[in-house]
């Protein structure tokens, strides 16, 4: 949370009650899209990096990741919505392992 109101500063801040707005949105048209069976449909390794202090709601990230047949998800401690920024050591060495590249 501290790093997203520290990126809205400049702006007008994190808007609490549109993001509440949003999300009930984006979660009806999950519900109507058809997103999830065609997620269901890949055939592809997916790597989920997220950060449990996230201010987004965990379903949107619980949701993909149980829709994703071949998904590995990782939670980087420390982290919110940007855990390459927030976390930068542990996010290289997550996406090295999965890419099977040294780091």
Not at 7 to 29: D, S
Not at 76 to 103: C, K, Q, T, Y
Request: net charge negative; hydrophobic share 40%; aromatic share 6%.
């Amino acid at each position: 949370m501290v790093h997203a109101e520290d990126m809205a500063t400049p702006w007008l801040g994190i808007n609490h009650y549109c993001n509440r707005a949003v999300n009930v949105e984006v979660k009806q048209e999950l519900r109507t899209s058809g997103i999830a069976a065609r997620c269901r449909a890949l055939d592809l390794p997916v790597l989920i990096i997220d950060g449990p202090e996230d201010i987004r709601p965990r379903w949107s990230v619980d949701s993909l990741e149980q829709a994703l047949p071949t998904c590995e998800r990782v939670s980087l401690p420390g982290s919110g919505h940007l855990p390459w920024v927030e976390n930068p050591h542990d996010f290289r060495r997550v996406m090295a392992a999965f890419l099977g590249a040294p780091i």
